[in-house]
């Protein structure tokens, strides 16, 4: 059966007259936005799109079905607009509260889509260290939401969201990035000094035990409070850094490595026990905008 959002897809692949610019526009990637097209093809029986050099048409089968696909849009967003009313969500605000660098790698597109849903709805964003003090605050009543590593313990409910991978950042003329493999034993790296974080950083306690997996205790180059700090000290030549690869954004100087073996962490999404519907409406934004891999066992705090 068609959802709606392969629909969404088909109009707007056709307003745009491109699977590229369609893909910009709605914020995904053009093979998925073309494999959700063909799943709405197969399940409708034939082709709906004729795919040409440089744009698409429809068929005699997309012409039938383009303006029904509209209407199901229209009544959709009347549907939603009715419930938003309903339950308060085109006001107010969202507590979201979580760690410094969940902020910096995953939550910038979250947000925008949020924003992009619910423009008068407030999001007042609180961020902490350590995963210790996020769940304090929690405790506290200070958050609607956490987003951070899996909390030690917690009553309310708790959603896996995906597994953070973490690199090794060095510099691009560190003897390491020297070699063809994008991997890095991390027994390899035992007498460095590294680029460490600040004793109440949780990305500190995430070092070390990855490391002492690896046998051996990481000595100190710096250590810096600021997680954003971190991947450019290390490219600048001063260590190896071990970052969330979701921080290292596109043409970083730096040489971003896997470590073997894989740091990975566990990160969770946590409310009191009865979230009310902004709440509800924030996690499954969240849910869908995470750029996480499907859970696993968390390697740190």
Excluded: K
């Excluded at 889509?113 to 003090?133: C, I, K, T, Y």
């Excluded at 043409?251 to 470590?259: A, E, K, T």
């Amino acid at each position: 059966m068609a959802t709606l959002r392969q629909l969404e897809y088909l109009v707007t692949v056709v307003e745009t007259g491109s699977f590229t610019r369609a893909a910009e526009l709605l914020h995904v990637s053009q093979p998925a936005l073309s494999h959700q097209v063909r799943a709405l093809e197969r399940d409708s029986g034939g082709p709906l799109l004729e795919r040409l050099p440089r744009s698409v048409r429809l068929t005699p089968m997309g012409r039938a079905m383009l303006p029904h696909a509209r209407a199901a849009l229209a009544d959709a967003e009347r549907a939603r607009t009715a419930a938003r009313r309903a339950a308060g969500l085109d006001g107010g605000e969202i507590q979201l509260a979580t760690v410094y660098s969940i902020t910096l790698g995953l939550l910038p597109p979250v947000l925008r889509s949020w924003r992009e849903r619910h423009p008068e709805v407030r999001v007042r964003l609180r961020e902490f260290p350590h995963a210790d003090a996020l769940l304090t605050a929690m405790a506290a009543g200070s958050a609607d939401v956490a987003v951070g590593p899996a909390p030690r313990s917690w009553d309310g409910p708790v959603r896996e969201l995906g597994t953070e991978e973490f690199v090794v950042v060095v510099a691009d003329d560190d003897p390491v990035a020297a070699e063809d493999d994008d991997r890095v034993p991390l027994a390899a790296l035992a007498g460095r000094d590294w680029v460490h974080y600040a004793p109440g950083n949780g990305l500190a306690e995430v070092l070390d035990q990855a490391c002492a997996e690896a046998g051996f205790q990481p000595r100190t180059a710096v250590r810096t409070e600021q997680t954003a700090a971190a991947p450019l000290l290390a490219a600048a030549g001063l260590g190896p850094a071990l970052v969330p690869a979701n921080l290292i954004p596109p043409g970083f100087p730096g040489r971003p490595l896997r470590p073997d073996p894989p740091v990975r962490r566990l990160l969770t999404a946590y409310t009191r026990s009865h979230p009310d519907p902004l709440t509800n409406a924030f996690l499954a934004c969240l849910s869908e905008g995470l750029r996480l891999t499907g859970p696993a066992t968390p390697d740190g705090a």
